[in-house]
């Protein structure tokens, strides 16, 4: 199995509550709940964390008018995503950000429009596109609803 559960590895989701972000879709996915994501749920057996081969992110992009827009929505959560799949489970998130602090120009370097660590920029809002914002609470009822009939094999 492949883990990339939506409240962890959409990355097409808002990153803050910020109006000025661009169509809020989704739960809220911080760049911190993204660095926080485990492939392996903590839930498992070990019988049953030997079939999960590693984690995916995903962006749907229904929601994003231009290549630019992917890159605010998916830098640099997606950072943290490659080090949280590509790390042990001893991570250390203040120790991230300041090595992400001396990436970030390298991304600039490139032409990378992601979302500042300031928040976003005027001109990454979409006023005109109010999306479907969703709590937490509310996806993970949904969720349960949608898996409380499966039974463990």
């Known amino acids: 199995m492949v ?10 989701y808002r990153q803050s509550d910020d109006p000025g972000e661009p169509t809020p879709v989704g739960t809220l996915l911080s760049l911190a709940d993204v660095y926080g994501f485990d492939p392996v749920p903590a839930e498992l057996s070990a ?3 030997a079939f999960v081969l590693g984690g995916q992110a995903n962006v749907w992009t229904e929601h994003m008018e231009s290549a630019r827009r992917v890159d605010y929505m ?4 997606l950072c943290a995503f490659a080090e949280t799949v590509w790390s042990g489970a001893s991570r250390d998130f203040a120790d991230f950000r300041r090595r992400l602090d001396a990436h970030l120009p390298r991304l600039d370097a490139l032409g990378v ?18 999306g479907h ?6 996806r993970l009822a949904e ?7 499966l039974r463990r094999a």
């Open 3 to 12: 883990s990339c559960p939506d409240i962890s590895c959409y990355l097409d």
């Open 47 to 49: 019988s049953e964390a």
């Open 74 to 77: 998916t830098y640099p959560r």
């Open 113 to 130: 429009n992601y979302r500042p660590m300031s928040g976003p920029r005027p001109w990454d809002a979409r006023p005109d596109a109010p």
């Open 133 to 138: 914002p969703r709590t937490l609470a509310d």
């Open 143 to 149: 969720l349960h609803g949608m898996t409380a009939d």
